[in-house]
């Protein structure tokens, strides 16, 4: 059978795209960061998945106002980077495992999560930024990747709640999958940040790095936080955040016997752009 | 019974929902077809003719002539699909978010570098 193998949780600033294609990594404003994720591409290297689930969301770019799927599943062959006005990032098509996102979307689904299902559709930076983040900049991504985008840009978007549970029908559908792949789920955006109004360039570091203890500590307890607090105290665009709990409800602790994850990883920096950068891998201990 | 909306209350921040959304449908989907390369190349040869094409309000038009983001986030528009109008225009997302807030670009900058926005700001 399949199964998930680890977690990881990153922001996915579009600046961040931007300085990796433009070669300004080295410079000072950046390198705090990208030293942040160094680790991270060495982890990357060796524990190099089949699959990787990543959650994320679309910023207008696939998704108008024409249609707002609240959960959506990639499911076809590949999907290309998207032009988002300045021209697409150059970066490698993201292929796509079209067999192990039917298989999730059919179990999910009888799972009482109303799935969108996406047979076409170009991808932005909230799924790319991550993969560059990880893997840097290779001629071809190192694995198929299924791409699973939330709707956190029109109100209400999905509660922690829902997500977490979402995350752990996932994590069913993965183990009633019969190759055994070893799968990793990734939960992006955020964190603290607001883009709009004259409160735009909040950060809230204090409640940032609490949302990253609980996450690792007791992820049930912080499903239960309500959207008002997260545009209250993370800003209008930090409720991207639920996204993570998709990915830790996937985990092998959450309603099951399994051991709590192993952290191998955790940054924080501030800022990248108008955002706070936030950065977990959690390993699932066999 | 009425929604119950909290979010009304946060300081200095719109939060986009059904409502906003339908109020800035033709906005956003002017936005949206800025998107495409000929349309950024017409849009920036003649900007009111090509907003005159879509049927959005007037005031809309204006905001979006003056580049008035906080108006047009006020007559429905969202940040991301009013950040087409910014690639358009050649601006970062830092400068377009800076540009709602009074502060000059550097200052924004500046603030950004030295930890952001404090959460408390605005709250009484």
């Not at chain 1, 994720?37 to 207008?60: C, R």
Request: charged share 20%; net charge negative; glycine share 8%.
């Amino acid at each position: 059978m399949a199964r998930i193998t680890a977690s990881v949780y990153t922001s996915h600033v579009p600046a961040i795209g931007a300085a990796i294609d433009h070669g300004r990594t080295g410079e000072p404003y950046w390198q705090p960061l990208f030293k942040g994720y160094e680790f991270s591409k060495q982890w990357m290297k060796e524990h190099t998945p089949d699959v990787i689930f990543l959650v994320y969301n679309d910023h207008a770019t696939a998704f108008s106002l024409e249609l707002i799927p609240t959960f959506a599943i990639g499911c076809a062959a590949q999907f290309k980077p998207a032009d988002e006005g300045y021209g697409a990032r150059p970066v490698p098509v993201v292929i796509g495992h079209p067999e192990l996102a039917s298989h999730i979307a059919h179990s999910v689904i009888e799972d009482d999560f109303d799935l969108t299902i996406v047979n076409r559709m170009d991808v932005d930076h909230g799924l790319t930024v991550p993969l560059s983040l990880l893997c840097g900049q290779p001629q071809a991504w190192p694995c198929p990747v299924i791409p699973f985008a939330v709707n956190v840009v029109q109100y209400p978007v999905p509660s922690g709640k829902r997500c977490f549970q979402l995350g752990q029908a996932i994590r069913r559908a993965v183990e009633s999958y019969d190759e055994p792949l070893r799968v990793q789920i990734w939960g992006t955006g955020g964190m603290s940040h607001q883009l709009q109004g004259p409160r735009a360039g909040l950060i809230n570091k204090e409640w940032d790095n609490r949302f990253l203890d609980r996450l690792i500590a007791e992820p049930a307890e912080l499903a239960q936080v309500p959207h008002l607090e997260y545009v209250t105290e993370a800003g209008s665009e930090g409720i991207e955040l639920v996204m993570w709990l998709i990915a830790r409800g996937a985990m092998s602790d959450v309603a099951g016997s399994g051991k709590p994850p192993r952290v191998a990883h955790r940054f924080f920096h501030v800022p990248a752009s108008n955002t706070a950068v936030g950065h977990l891998i959690l390993e699932n201990c066999a | 019974m009425a929604l119950d909306k909290p979010y009304k209350n946060i300081p200095g921040t719109t939060i986009f929902d059904a409502e906003q959304s339908r109020l800035g449908y033709h906005l956003n989907q002017f936005c949206m077809s800025l998107m495409k390369a000929e349309n950024r190349v017409r849009f920036k040869a003649n900007e009111r003719a090509y907003l005159d094409e879509w049927p959005m309000s007037e005031e809309q038009k204006q905001a979006v002539l003056a580049r008035d983001l906080n108006r047009c986030i006020a007559l429905g528009g969202n940040i991301y699909f009013l950040a087409k109008i910014g690639a358009t225009d050649g601006k970062s997302f830092q400068q377009m978010a800076g540009s709602m807030t009074g502060m000059s670009e550097a200052e924004y900058r500046a603030m950004m570098i030295n930890g952001g926005r404090d959460p408390k700001w605005g709250r009484t």
